[in-house]
C-alpha cells in the first residue's frame, strides 16, 4: 500500500531558499516531510507517492484554479494547502474577499483528500517597524480565518504564527519573506508533529524542539542594522515592487517540481 501526499501552493510549499536538490529544484519542508514518511512507511513495508503542485509567486485565485483540482484528483490521503499570503503581502486586496476565497477553496481541498493540512503564515521576519506592524496585522486576520476554516472542515493546522522562534531573523533567507534550511528544517518537524510522527530521528530532535529559541546573539550595531535594511531595500523589496508594478510574477512560465505522484526511495 502506498500512502499518497500531495501538497499546494507558492514558494513556502515550493520550498524557496532551501537547500537544491539534485535536480536543481530547492528542497522545502514539503520534500522533508515526505522523505520522513518514507522512512517511516519503508519499516512498516510500505511506501510513499509524492506530488508538489506549488509554484512560487502564485496567488490565491491561481492556485484555486491550477493546482487544487489537479490536487484532488490524485486521492491524497494527506494533502497540504497553502495560499493567501501573497494576497496579503498587496496592501490593496480585501482581506475579507480573500478570507472568503480562501475557505472556498479550502473546503474543496478538504472534500478530496483524506487528511487536510492547512498552516498559519509567520506575520513578522524580525522587523518591529510600523510596516512590519502593519503587515503583521494583516497576517493575523487571515491566520484567525484559516483556524476557522480548519474547524470547519476538520482539517489539521500547523499554528506557526504564536511561535516567537519562527520570526527569528536567522532562520530566513535574506530576502526576509522565505525560509532558509533552518527554517524550512523547524516547519517540517512541526507538520509531522501534527501529522502525528514522534520518532526523535525522523523529527530531526525531540518533539518541539522547533518551537525552542535560537541561541542569543550579540546585539548588532544601528550601523549594521541600517546597512543590512539598505542591502534588503535594494536587492529585494525593489525588486518585488517592480514586478508589482508590471504585473509579472517570479513564478510566470514555471512548473511544478514534482506535477505527479512520484514513489520515493528513503
Not at 103 to 120: H, I, P
Not at 187 to 213: I, T, Y
Not at 241 to 261: A, I, N, W, Y
Request: charged share 25%.
Amino acid at each position: 500500500m502506498a500512502l499518497r501526499l500531495v501538497c499546494v501552493g507558492d514558494s513556502f510549499t515550493e520550498g524557496m531558499c532551501d537547500d537544491p536538490r539534485p535536480d536543481g529544484h530547492y528542497r522545502g519542508w514539503a520534500d522533508r516531510v515526505a522523505q520522513a514518511l518514507a522512512s517511516r512507511e519503508a519499516a512498516r513495508g510500505g511506501k510513499v507517492e509524492y506530488a508538489n503542485l506549488a509554484i512560487r509567486g502564485k496567488l490565491l485565485d491561481q492556485v484555486a484554479a491550477e493546482q487544487v483540482d489537479l490536487a484532488v484528483s490524485f486521492a491524497p490521503e494527506i494533502a497540504t494547502f497553502h495560499a493567501g499570503p501573497n494576497d496579503v503581502l498587496r496592501p490593496r486586496t480585501d482581506l475579507t474577499d480573500v478570507c472568503a476565497r480562501y475557505a472556498a477553496a479550502a473546503g474543496r481541498m478538504a472534500d478530496g483528500s483524506g487528511r487536510l493540512v492547512l498552516f498559519t503564515s509567520i506575520g513578522r521576519t524580525g522587523g518591529d517597524g510600523r510596516f512590519a506592524g502593519r503587515i503583521a496585522d494583516r497576517f493575523a486576520r487571515f491566520n484567525d480565518n484559516v483556524r476557522s476554516v480548519a474547524a470547519a472542515t476538520g482539517a489539521l493546522v500547523v499554528d506557526l504564527e504564536p511561535v516567537d522562534a519562527l520570526t527569528d531573523r536567522r532562520l530566513w533567507w535574506t530576502d526576509r519573506l522565505h525560509l532558509n534550511p533552518a527554517g524550512h528544517a523547524r516547519v517540517a518537524a512541526a507538520v509531522l508533529e501534527r501529522l502525528g510522527v514522534d520518532d526523535p530521528g525522523l523529527l530531526g530532535g525531540q518533539a518541539g524542539w522547533w518551537r525552542e529559541p535560537l541561541p542569543p546573539r550579540p546585539p548588532t550595531r544601528r550601523r549594521e542594522a541600517v546597512a543590512a535594511d539598505v542591502h534588503w531595500v535594494t536587492r529585494h523589496l525593489l525588486p518585488w515592487v517592480g514586478r508589482r508594478l508590471r504585473g509579472v510574477s517570479s513564478g510566470d512560465g514555471r512548473e511544478p517540481k514534482d506535477p505527479c505522484p512520484r514513489v520515493l526511495t528513503p
